[in-house]
C-alpha cells in the first residue's frame, strides 16, 4: 500500500537555522510534490509544488527538492524565524485533473529565540 | 483575497444523527474536495467533486456519506447517521480548472464532535 513518511514528527531549531524536513514515499509514483503549512485547528495552507520532472524549486525563503529515484523530497527553511512554527505536510499528487491529495503525517517544527 | 469558507465552525452531534457541513468554494474555481482530519492524525482525502458529480472517493467515503452542490455557491457533505469514529475536523478545499497540479485552498474546517 501506499506510505508517505515524513522525517520526525516534532523538529526544534534556532532561529536563524535552517530547517530541512523530509518526505520519503513508497508504493506511489506521483505526478508532483506539495508542500502545505497547517497552523494548529486551521486548514492547510499552500506552499509550493514541485513536479516529478523538477529537480528544485525556491520561493523567497523556502526550497523544495525532488528525487523520484530515491521517492523522497526535501523542504528547506532558511533563515527560519519563530513564525515559521507550525506543522508542515507533504502531499502527492497523481496524473490527472481531480487530483486528489495523499498527505504525510506531517512534522511539528518549532523555531526558538 | 478571495477564500473558502466553512460553516459551522463547530458541531456537536448525537450518535445515529444525520448532520450537513457547508462550504463556500471560491467562485469560478471547479473542483471540490472534503478530506477529514482525525485528532492528531493525518489529512485524509474523502471525495472530489466536478461537473456536479463525484469524480473520485475514498473507501472512508461509504453510503452513509453525500455530497451535493445545490446551486452555484454552496458545496455540502452530509452524513446520514453519524457514528463516534466519524468525529473530525472536515475540510472543504477547491482549485482552479487550469491544472491537475494546482494547488488546492482549503477552508478553516469544521469540527464535528459525535457523542
Known amino acids: 500500500s501506499q506510505k508517505i513518511e515524513q522525517n520526525s514528527e516534532a523538529l526544534n531549531i534556532q532561529e536563524g537555522k535552517t530547517a530541512t524536513l523530509t518526505c520519503n514515499y513508497t508504493?506511489?509514483?506521483?505526478?508532483?510534490l506539495q508542500w502545505y503549512r497547517q497552523d494548529p485547528g486551521r486548514g492547510p495552507v499552500f506552499l509550493l509544488l514541485i513536479r516529478e520532472n523538477e529537480k528544485e524549486k525556491r520561493k523567497e525563503r523556502l526550497k523544495v527538492t525532488f528525487d523520484t529515484t530515491l521517492k523522497q523530497s526535501l523542504f528547506h527553511i532558511t533563515a527560519s524565524q519563530p513564525a515559521d512554527s507550525a506543522t508542515y505536510l507533504c502531499a502527492l499528487g497523481p496524473p490527472g485533473t481531480a487530483s486528489k491529495l495523499t498527505f504525510g503525517t506531517g512534522t511539528r517544527l518549532q523555531v526558538t529565540l | 483575497e478571495p477564500e473558502v469558507t466553512q460553516t459551522p465552525s463547530h458541531q456537536v452531534t448525537q450518535m445515529g444523527q444525520e448532520v450537513i457541513l457547508r462550504c463556500v468554494p471560491i467562485?469560478?474555481?471547479?473542483?471540490f474536495y472534503w478530506y477529514r482530519q482525525i485528532l492528531g492524525q493525518k489529512v485524509e482525502f474523502l471525495v472530489s467533486?466536478?461537473?456536479?458529480?463525484?469524480?473520485?472517493k475514498s473507501e472512508i467515503f461509504d453510503d452513509q456519506f453525500s455530497v451535493e452542490r445545490p446551486d452555484g455557491s454552496n458545496f455540502t457533505l452530509k452524513i446520514r447517521s453519524t457514528k463516534l469514529e466519524d468525529s473530525a475536523m472536515y475540510f472543504c478545499a477547491s482549485k482552479p480548472g487550469t491544472s491537475g497540479a494546482g494547488e488546492q485552498f482549503f477552508g478553516p474546517g469544521t469540527r464535528l464532535t459525535v457523542l
Open positions: 467562485s469560478n474555481h471547479l473542483y
Open positions: 508504493n506511489y509514483s506521483p505526478a508532483y
Open positions: 467533486f466536478y461537473n456536479n458529480e463525484i469524480s473520485e
